[in-house]
């Protein structure tokens, strides 16, 4: 298994020499850019064959910050995982993490050991999920939200509800691809089809759309 490839971007030098320093000791993880702004970061994304599987950003930078960047690499990079770490984090930014598609919100606070284990569960599964964002999700999107009827010709077939449950669940294309005897390559279809239909912009969005939907219930899904 290919090593995971991160980037790290902060306008504070010295956390980003402290997060390379220890991300880069981390058995499978390199560090392959790092940058003290959004604009520098694009730049040298820009100029690189070997794009970052995650990137760690802040969100409050000088010129380019966090919701700039992540807003750029949704439509540009769309394979690149975010995780926002940010020393202005509150649970009120759980909208602004599914509305640009970002991985996982962190606070700074975050001990590195966990960051390497959140880095690793976002890398495989698209996404994470603190206790304390699972519990708004459990008072704010209760499993008595209304069914949203979707127009015609975006209705989900029952395959793609399928699909749309065991990615719920954290499984990969591969895993899925196993348990209802159909190729990785048809699961993915069936994940673009997802987005499409219910607009979500990354799998933590369609865990959210299953939940307001009945499709799935938060009970259900697995610890993190």
């Known amino acids: 298994m290919s090593n995971i490839n991160v980037a790290i971007v902060d306008d504070d030098s010295l956390i980003v020499n402290l997060l390379q320093s220890f991300i880069s000791g981390q058995e499978s993880i390199d560090v392959i850019l790092t940058a003290q702004g959004g604009k520098e970061f694009l730049g040298l994304l820009q100029n690189t064959d070997k794009i970052p599987d995650i990137l ?58 966990e960051l390497v284990q959140i880095i690793r569960i976002v890398n495989e599964k698209g996404f994470y999920f ?50 209802l005897f159909i190729t990785q390559r048809t699961v993915e279809g069936h994940k673009n089809n997802l987005f499409v239909k219910t607009g979500a912009k990354n799998i933590a969005g369609l865990v959210i759309y299953s939940i307001q939907h009945n499709i799935i219930r938060i009970e259900d899904l697995p610890a993190i």
């Open 56 to 113: 760690l950003l802040d969100m409050k930078m000088q010129g380019m910050d966090g919701i700039e960047v992540s807003q750029y690499l949704k439509t540009h990079y769309p394979s690149i995982k975010v995780i926002v770490i940010s020393s202005h984090y509150q649970l009120s930014f759980l909208g602004f993490m599914l509305k640009t598609g970002v991985a996982a919100f962190l606070p700074k606070g975050v001990s590195p050991n």
């Open 130 to 179: 603190m206790e304390d964002q699972m519990d708004v999700i459990r008072e704010h999107l209760s499993i008595k939200s209304p069914k949203h009827i979707l127009e015609q010709g975006n209705v989900l077939s029952n395959r793609e509800i399928d699909v749309l449950r065991l990615l719920c669940k954290q499984k990969t294309a591969k895993e899925i691809g196993e348990l």
